[in-house]
């Protein structure tokens, strides 16, 4: 009976570990290990804006931001132009159910409170059928006192069989001096993601262990 039991917690912790419908977006070089640009759209008011770096001093009070996932992210910069944004995009197929995540972080030296709300923000537009979602917001009101918000999760799953279209962007809202920036890169899975995949693994290694000793002690 605790084998059965064993053996049942495994196989629920298998399926749970497999995503029963989902399966990842096509998207060239997501998460940017290629070491430029490849697969993705630039479009900005200053050459140089978006790069693809391995690390990159906080504008404001934050830590260094380092990869999510690999060696490399994607770092756009507003620039000094008012009111200009700096957008980094690619166009690609989905399923309904398929999935992508990544991970993003809004970057900022601008004074909390100031009327200079710099913002960047991330999202998807279904061409197909014309409805644009928006993933991430954020401006220099909301990652006070810092201005360097961490990196935040994002996962989007395709409601419907459609072309999509990813951007990133972030803006410099009311002032010609003090740029912003936003950060981009693939996602590993959560950390609790992670501790369930553990489990699984965990629990099938007991169940074989089991397994293996009953026909030891009946041979
Ligand atoms: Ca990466
Ligand atoms: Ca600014």
């Not at 298998?14 to 630039?42: C, H, K, Q, R, Y």
């Not at 000094?80 to 993003?104: C, I, K, N, P, Y």
């Not at 601008?110 to 917001?137: C, H, M, Q, R, W």
């Amino acid at each position: 009976m605790k084998k059965f039991i064993m053996s049942t917690m495994a196989a629920t912790a298998a399926v749970a570990m497999v995503p029963s419908t989902a399966s990842a977006a096509t998207i060239i070089n997501a998460g940017f290990e290629t070491g430029d640009l490849t697969g993705w759209s630039v479009n900005a008011p200053a050459a140089g804006l978006v790069s693809v770096v391995s690390s990159a001093t906080a504008l404001g009070a934050g830590p260094t931001y380092l990869p999510q996932e690999g060696n490399f992210f994607a770092k756009l910069l507003t620039g000094t132009g008012q009111d200009l944004s700096t957008v980094l995009s690619q166009t690609f197929d989905m399923l309904a159910g398929e999935t992508f995540s990544f991970r993003t972080a809004f970057d900022t030296s601008e004074a909390p409170g100031s009327s200079f709300n710099d913002k960047g923000s991330v999202g998807v537009f279904n061409i197909t059928d014309a409805i644009n979602t928006t993933l991430y917001s954020k401006s220099v009101s909301s990652v006070v006192p810092s201005g360097s918000e961490p990196w935040t999760y994002i996962t989007f799953t395709a409601p419907t069989d459609a072309t999509y279209f990813f951007s990133a962007s972030v803006k410099n809202v009311g002032d010609n001096i003090i740029p912003s920036a936003l950060y981009l890169d693939l996602a590993v899975p959560e950390p609790s993601t992670w501790a369930m995949m553990l489990l699984g693994f965990s629990l099938i290694g007991v169940s074989m262990r089991r397994r293996r000793n009953v026909q030891v002690s009946f041979a």
